[in-house]
T-cell receptor, first 114, second 115 residues
Framework: NAGVMQNPRHLVRRRGQEARLRCSPM?????VYWYRQLPEEGLKFMVY????????ESGMPKERFSAEFPKEGPSILRIQQVVRGDSAAYFC????????????FGPGTRLLVL | AQSVTQLGSHVSVSEGALVLLRCNYS??????LFWYVQYPNQGLQLLLK??????LVKGINGFEAEFKKSETSFHLTKPSAHMSDAAEYFC?????????????FGQGTTLQVKP
């Protein structure tokens, strides 16, 4: 049973470009979470999605960031007009259901903005 | 609001020595608590979780943690450190009444194991 898949593993963008991060949850999981790990900081929750629905986006920056989890295909975290402060590791996790179910993490995408 | 505090951003032990990583939580309702480990340039791997079934929780790789409500603590221990235990460790909490499963993480503790 494959784990959570994220791609790309490393992404380099210049300021002003767009970054698209993909996450395929574990088989059978329909709940996806995105977390961000900034340098010298811990992991911070960004958004929680179920298929075709955003459930909790309380951790998402108000501008330039968006997330989706379509009926078919991976979840996408999109960052428009990236700035240097967006450089971080972005982790996706999936779970079988909501609430207190264990979240299984992917290997992360490390975004570097030049 | 839920929060987690990990005391000590860096812990160094000798191989074979006891590992103790500290975690305290604040919660007004019974929490669900987790310990995750992160090896360099990798994702997080679940070590163990507390879900109120038993106060002493055994996890993978010889780690265990004890939930102490009176001390609001969930410290992680391992009797004998191995070189392969060198990594960053995160304590996390889910609000007991949460329906969203949002994990709140501590700042992390980097464990160094000296030969």
């Amino acid at each position: 049973n494959a784990g959570v898949m994220q791609n790309p593993r490393h992404l380099v963008r210049r300021r002003g470009q767009e970054a698209r991060l993909r996450c395929s949850p574990m088989k059978g999981h329909s709940h996806v979470y995105w977390y961000r790990q900034l340098p010298e900081e811990g992991l911070k929750f960004m958004v929680y999605l179920q298929k075709e629905n955003i459930i909790d986006e309380s951790g998402m920056p108000k501008e330039r960031f968006s997330a989706e989890f379509p009926k078919e295909g991976p979840s996408i975290l999109r960052i428009q007009q990236v700035v240097r402060g967006d450089s971080a590791a972005y982790f996706c996790a999936s779970s079988l259901s909501t609430g207190r179910e264990t979240q299984y993490f992917g290997p992360g995408t490390r975004l570097l903005v030049l | 609001a839920q929060s987690v505090t990990q005391l000590g951003s860096h812990v160094s032990v000798s191989e074979g020595a006891l590992v103790l990583l500290r975690c305290n939580y604040s919660s007004s309702v019974p929490p669900y608590l987790f310990w995750y480990v992160q090896y360099p340039n990798q994702g997080l791997q679940l070590l163990l979780k507390y879900t109120s079934a038993a106060t002493l929780v055994k996890g993978i790789n010889g780690f265990e943690a004890e939930f102490k409500k009176s001390e609001t603590s969930f410290h992680l221990t391992k009797p004998s450190a191995h070189m392969s235990d060198a990594a960053e460790y995160f304590c996390a909490v889910i609000q007991g009444s949460s329906n969203t499963g949002k994990l709140i993480f501590g700042q992390g503790t980097t464990l160094q194991v000296k030969p």
